[in-house]
């Protein structure tokens, strides 16, 4: 059992990324004010980094412990687990960024992090793609 949680944690990861990108945040921009919207985005983003920076860690934790010897799912865990991180970190300067109308700034911020969530779950999709039961 504990060799397919790993798996199953990818799943998840990508259904999470899914469903937040493609659903929830731009619903939340279409039907809310833009001032509330960005004060409910900012209270859900970096909980949505943390979720998936825990089950990339919960993941990473889970192939040692089941000594599993699939590298590729192990450093795509780990992968994941670092690029969730720096999403994480950076959001305070994201925010900054806006509040203090550092449009280049912001962009360049946002943008990394829309790229640094796209590669993970590409990662993600691939330890799907590449799984050895």
């Not at 089941?66 to 950076?90: F, T």
Request: charged share 10%.
């Amino acid at each position: 059992m504990i060799q397919i949680l790993p798996f199953l944690l990818s799943g998840i990861i990508c259904g999470l990324i899914l469903f937040q990108s493609f659903l929830i945040a731009p619903s939340i921009n279409k039907l809310i004010n833009k001032k509330d919207a960005a004060i409910l985005l900012r209270y859900l983003w970096p909980k949505f980094f943390l979720l998936i920076g825990f089950l990339s860690l919960v993941s990473v934790v889970l192939i040692y412990v089941g000594s599993m010897n699939q590298e590729g799912l192990k450093y795509g865990s780990i992968v994941s687990v670092i690029l969730m991180g720096v999403c994480y970190a950076i959001t305070p300067i994201i925010n900054k960024a806006k509040d203090n109308s550092k449009d280049k700034r912001w962009f360049v911020l946002h943008l990394s992090t829309v790229l640094l969530t796209l590669i993970t779950l590409i990662v993600n999709v691939f330890i799907l793609g590449y799984w050895n039961f």
